[in-house]
Structures are given as structure tokens and as C-alpha cells.
T-cell receptor, first 116, second 113 residues
Framework: SQELEQSPQSLIVQEGKNLTINCTSS?????LYWYKQKYGEGLIFLMM?????EEKSHEKITAKLDEKKQQSSLHITASQPSHAGIYLC????????????????FGQGTILTVHP | NAGVTQTPKFQVLKTGQSMTLQCAQD?????MYWYRQDPGMGLRLIYY???????DKGEVPNGYNVSRLNKREFSLRLESAAPSQTSVYFC????????????FGSGTRLTVV
């Protein structure tokens, strides 16, 4: 089964600082998803990456998938208190065909705290 | 608002009691999932339903049962609750496109004493 390892497990930064969260897979990634969770709430979909070398951005958050498709990074530029929460990466199964991707396996999450 | 609705939001059970967690989605999604979230362990899949009428075990199915009542509803039942089932439970659904990921409910925080 596929395992995802996130690092760091927790991160405390001062507002305005940049930060990076990593997600490493034991197997080739066929669809890598990033989610954000605020305490006591559900997960919010951020971005999905499929192709090696792919990079996507949304506001101040950029996610990349490496060429070998075994590692992804999430980078936040000029962090704000609104960025605080738990970030999780999720990976789809290798046998997901067509447009559906089946069940996801998640990393253990990275807790981000941003001090004003 | 469209999305995934879970009930209840909070529940306290005594060991041995039973209960059913309800989940409904109004996005016409085919697939639905139940996950549990524990500190430091991310989300682990309990059961899923790829389409109406089918259910399959996930990573941690022991102690749980599910019912896909119709396309909208997917319930999770604890027949005899144990303290190890204290967790936050999330229901999620997906449609035909994998581009948008799962849509998650807001979770049920369950404590078994």
C-alpha cells in the first residue's frame, strides 16, 4: 500500500515569513492532492497535481510535484494568520482510470501556526 | 448550500452502546467514503462506496458497518462502541472528475467513555 510522509509535523512561523511543507511517497504518485483543515472543520481542497514537474498556484500558495512523481511540496509566501491550520496531502491509487480516482491515502498532516 | 452534511456533530457514548453516523450529499456524486482522523495519524479510510449498491472495506473497518441507503446517503454504524473508536469521523464524496478532489463534511467528534 502507498504511504505518504509529511514533514515537518508541525511548524510555527511569524507572519510574513515563507514556509514549505513536504509530502514524500513510497511509490509513484498518480494524482497528488493538497487539503487544508481548520480546527473543528472539514477539509478544504486546495490543489491537485498529476504530471511530473507540474506546478500550480492559488493566491499565495504554490504546490509542486517533482519530475519523478514521488515528492510534492507546498510553499506559502508571506504567510498570514489565515493560513494557519492542518495541511494534508493525499494520493490516489495507481489503478485509478479515466477521470475517477478512487480512494485516497493521506499523510499524517502538518500543523501550521502563524503568529501575528 | 451544496455539499456533504454529517450528523451529529458531537456525540458521547458509553462503552458497548451503538450508534449510527449519518452522511448525505446533494451533488449527485457516485462515490462516498468514511474516514477517521486521529492525532498524528492523518485520515484513515474505514469504508467506502464506489457507487450506489456497493460497499468495500478500507484500511480500518473492524468494529464498523456501513449502509449505502441510496445515491445521496451513506451511514456508518458502530454496533458496540469501544474507547479506541474515540475519534473525529469524516464523510466525503466524489464525482466523475478527479480534478476537484473530495468534498468533505464538517465531521463528527465522537467520544467513547
Amino acid at each position: 500500500s502507498q504511504e505518504l510522509e509529511q514533514s515537518p509535523q508541525s511548524l510555527i512561523v511569524q507572519e510574513g515569513k515563507n514556509l514549505t511543507i513536504n509530502c514524500t511517497s513510497s511509490k509513484t504518485l498518480y494524482g497528488l492532492y493538497w487539503y487544508k483543515q481548520k480546527y473543528g472543520e472539514g477539509l478544504i481542497f486546495l490543489m491537485m497535481l498529476q504530471k511530473g514537474g507540474e506546478e500550480k498556484s492559488h493566491e499565495k500558495i504554490t504546490a509542486k510535484l517533482d519530475e519523478k512523481k514521488q515528492q510534492s511540496s507546498l510553499h506559502i509566501t508571506a504567510s498570514q494568520p489565515s493560513h494557519a491550520g492542518i495541511y494534508l496531502c493525499g494520493a490516489g491509487p495507481a489503478n485509478a482510470g479515466g477521470t475517477s480516482y478512487g480512494k485516497l491515502t493521506f499523510g499524517q498532516g502538518t500543523i501550521l501556526t502563524v503568529h501575528p | 448550500n451544496a455539499g456533504v452534511t454529517q450528523t451529529p456533530k458531537f456525540q458521547v457514548l458509553k462503552t458497548g452502546q451503538s450508534m449510527t453516523l449519518q452522511c448525505a450529499q446533494d451533488m449527485n456524486h457516485n462515490s462516498m467514503y468514511w474516514y477517521r482522523q486521529d492525532p498524528g495519524m492523518g485520515l484513515r479510510l474505514i469504508y467506502y462506496s464506489a457507487s450506489e449498491g456497493t460497499t468495500d472495506k478500507g484500511e480500518v473497518p473492524n468494529g464498523y458497518n456501513v449502509s449505502r441507503l441510496n445515491k445521496r446517503e451513506f451511514s456508518l454504524r458502530l454496533e458496540s462502541a469501544a474507547p479506541s473508536q474515540t475519534s473525529v469521523y469524516f464523510c466525503a464524496s466524489t464525482g466523475a472528475s478527479k480534478v476537484y478532489g473530495y468534498t468533505f463534511g464538517s465531521g463528527t467528534r465522537l467520544t467513547v467513555v
